[in-house]
């Protein structure tokens, strides 16, 4: 962040300076100097030069003293006054940097542009930083460089002229040899043959590293198979190559016959384009990465990160909508007669897996689970696996960046309205970003689970499936114990015979007997582990675990109920999930950062929640409100096409089923802050349109899970929305969820938090 250059409102002084500071130097700020002969050393404040200074050039030499723990190095030109000005910044630390920002009151400051340092820089050493203003145009160069580290336009300058100063931070800098002045004619000619350019570091010789990563890619090798049920990772290095690097005979499903010799190796899980969501990557999100000149959240080093990532893959991310991935995969004899899934937890955003050259599953969005049967198709021996993504599936929106409402302060264009939902995630978002995984059983196996938690004990829908193409009758028992310290809560129950269907399921409602649990909170985190068990003649067939927590989260007139008592929604958002979704050291330390600072809720904004977010916020103590995939949906005109509101519906809905045991989700939100109800006042058959929609989501949303509130949108007030209330939600008898979410913010709705 670029925090330094606090220029005071203080009183202004003239101060005698070195021979190597021409001209007449004032002091702004409680700036502390210390005069040699050829330098003059500051601190907690500035010297300028307030001779006009407008297209020209100020180059100055710095340096901090050797035993300093980190490099603060700042300048500014275009001081009008000790309020604006264009201040830059040479920055060791924690993110060592070159930035350049418009400093001014009342809301215009305005941060231009950063270049991350490769190395450095050092205390001790002296720096050399030039500035170079045209116009609205700046250039920032380091040292002898001839191409500069920042190049920015600034196209809402407001002033155009002003003086010079050195200092500005609060630790000690040393500073000699200031210089400026206008630009000569063969300056200005170098400036602007720059043009767009800027200081790159030497390139990589990208085929070589992408050699001796094919070269050290393994096959996954399983020597031995789990012998009842089990999860096998199929996370780590797979084969990637883009469609436009493809032959045109290239037949990449294929399971014989290909060589991949010349692919590229990608990490799975990750995108392979740039994942900063809303407000991580502001100011131009990462359509700027490349330059890095606008690209910009709260962490400088977390867009670096970003952009070393995907520029470190050894194909043009930039270019590439789509591509291929494969995984070769060695397997026992013992898969023969087993039941298989091949499972991807998420993939960005329309994909076709192939196993051994036959198609076995495909998917459009970007956030359900892909479950894909492979148990006719895998093989003992050497399998491949062939999964084909296009990351960038929705054809130019005629008039894609026409402005159809403002959300808050995020303006909602109609390419965001048409697109495949996908969260405040970046548009291109692309590639298998969940974990992936195949999950060996018997062809009799339990299935999908819900349990239903009371306070004293639980009901649970338990899914029976056969494999087989004969029936089969098998025994189903349970048991629940403690998750962490595996104490029983219920022994074994008397087992029930089932009957299954060949090549069926059959859904088996088991209900518990009165138990006494330690109830789940934020405040107790307690988790238990139900046991399910099948049996057929004196043989275990299968075992699943099933994870939960004995709580109720409930509405009583005004009050929200958690475990039967009022609780207050005391929160905050949003979390780093959009940054680093599969991170589970991450997500644990943050929820326990999080309760420290006694946030108890959350919601899932910007993208749902990932397992290993729920997981962390089930075990750390942590409420969270389930919010949507398409945030903004239907804000303004006609809802989107009935194709892609059939993805959304289809894929939201399935999220519901996958997270719907974890007992930190207290509630689901359709989406982020739809507010047609606002928008669409004065049109009610279009108002009415919409609310169809809405209605049928909730709807649904009940069938997958009767046992949660639900809030129609983020902002959804019924009192702020009389009209859709009186004229269409009440005589349409539509659903309109359980909870009135004022959704105001300091500072965006609201000058303070007494006006809530």
Not at 373 to 386: K, L
Not at 472 to 479: G, M
Not at 552 to 557: E, H, L, M, P, Q
Not at 637 to 665: C, M, Q, Y
């Amino acid at each position: 962040m670029l925090v330094s250059c606090v220029f005071l409102r203080s009183a202004v002084a003239d101060v005698a300076m070195p021979a190597a500071f021409p001209g007449k130097w004032v002091t702004i700020g409680r700036a502390l100097l210390t005069a040699h002969a050829e330098s003059v050393t500051i601190a907690n404040g500035s010297v300028a030069n307030m001779a006009p200074f407008g297209d020209g050039e100020f180059t100055f030499r710095a340096r901090m003293p050797a035993n300093a723990d980190q490099v603060q190095i700042w300048g500014a030109v275009r001081v009008k006054d000790d309020l604006h000005r264009y201040v830059v910044g040479l920055r060791g630390g924690r993110e060592p940097e070159v930035s350049f920002a418009r400093y001014s009151p009342d809301a215009t400051a305005k941060f231009l542009g950063f270049a991350p340092l490769d190395v450095g820089p050092t205390p001790g050493h002296w720096y050399t930083v030039r500035v170079v203003a045209v116009g609205q145009r700046f250039h920032v160069y380091l040292n002898d460089e001839v191409l500069p580290r920042i190049n920015v336009e600034d196209r809402t300058a407001f002033w155009t002229e002003g003086g010079v100063a050195v200092g500005g931070g609060w630790l000690p800098t040393e500073f000699r040899d200031v210089k400026f002045g206008p630009l000569t004619d063969a300056a200005l000619t170098a400036f602007n043959s720059v043009k767009d350019q800027v200081w790159a570091p030497p390139s990589v010789d990208k085929d070589a590293v992408r050699r001796s990563q094919r070269a050290a890619y393994v096959p996954i090798r399983i020597e031995q198979l789990p012998p009842v049920r089990g999860e096998i990772s199929l996370d780590g290095n797979w084969l990637f190559m883009p469609d436009q690097d493809l032959g045109d005979a290239t037949l990449p499903q294929a399971a014989a016959g290909l060589s991949d010799q010349d692919w590229h190796v990608i990490a799975v899980p990750s995108f392979w384009t740039p994942f900063l969501g809303w407000l991580h990557g502001e100011s131009g999100g990462l359509a700027d990465l490349q330059g890095l000149s606008a690209a910009r959240g709260p962490s400088d080093a977390l867009v670096v990160g970003e952009r070393t990532r995907v520029d470190a893959q050894t194909f043009d991310w930039r270019r590439t909508k789509s591509g291929w991935y494969r995984q070769h995969l060695d397997l026992p004899a013992g898969v023969s007669g087993r039941q298989v899934h091949l499972v991807f937890d998420a993939v960005a955003k329309i994909t076709e897996v192939f196993l051994n050259g036959q198609k076995v599953g495909s998917n459009i969005g970007m956030f359900g689970q892909i479950d894909c049967d492979v148990s006719r198709v895998i093989q003992p021996g050497q399998n491949v696996i062939a999964v084909h993504v296009v990351g960038q599936p929705i054809a130019r929106v005629p008039d894609a960046d026409k402005v159809q409402g403002t959300a808050v302060s995020v303006q909602v264009t109609n390419a965001m309205l048409r697109s495949l939902p996908h969260g405040m995630a970046p548009d291109d978002s692309s590639g298998i970003w969940q974990p992936v995984r195949l999950v060996v059983t018997n062809p009799v196996r339990v299935g999908d689970v819900f349990v239903q938690p009371r306070l004293d004990g639980a009901t649970a829908d338990v899914e029976l499936a056969n494999g087989d193409a004969q029936p089969r009758t098998i025994r189903l028992s349970y048991s629940i114990e403690g998750a962490k310290d595996h104490k029983t809560l219920l022994a074994d129950t008397p087992a029930q015979s089932v009957t299954i269907p060949g090549d069926s399921s059959v859904t088996v409602k088991i209900t518990t007997p009165e138990l006494q649990p330690k109830l789940w909170s934020p405040q107790t985190p307690n988790l238990y582990t139900l046991n399910l068990k099948l049996a057929e003649g004196g043989a275990t067939v299968d075992q699943k675990p099933i994870r939960f927590g004995f709580r109720t989260f409930t509405i009583s007139g005004e009050r929200f109920l958690l475990n039967g008592k009022p609780y207050w929604l005391r929160g905050g958002n949003h979390f780093p999930a959009t940054l680093r979704p599969n991170d589970a050291a991450l997500a644990h330390r943050f929820i326990q950062l999080a309760r420290e600072g006694n946030v108890e809720v959350t919601r899932s904004h910007a993208i749902p929640f990932t397992q290993t977010w729920l997981d962390a916020a089930d075990e750390e103590g942590m409420g969270v409100s389930f919010e949507g995939t398409w945030p903004w949906l239907m804000l303004q005109g006609e809802p989107p096409s009935s194709d892609l509101l059939k993805v959304w519906h289809d894929e939201f809905a399935s999220l519901l089923r996958t997270n719907r045991n974890h007992p930190s989700i207290l509630f689901w939100t359709v989406n982020n802050e739809m507010n047609f109800a606002n928008f669409d006042r004065n049109n009610l058959p279009l108002m009415k349109r919409k609310w169809e929609v809405l209605d049928n989501m909730i709807r649904t949303m009940r069938q997958v899970d009767a046992t949660r509130p639900i809030s129609a949108y983020s902002g959804y007030h019924r009192s702020d929305t009389q009209t859709s209330l009186t004229d269409v939600v009440i005589p349409n008898q539509f659903d309109d969820g359980d909870i009135d979410d004022v959704h105001r913010y300091n500072g965006w709705y609201n000058p303070t938090f007494f006006h809530l």
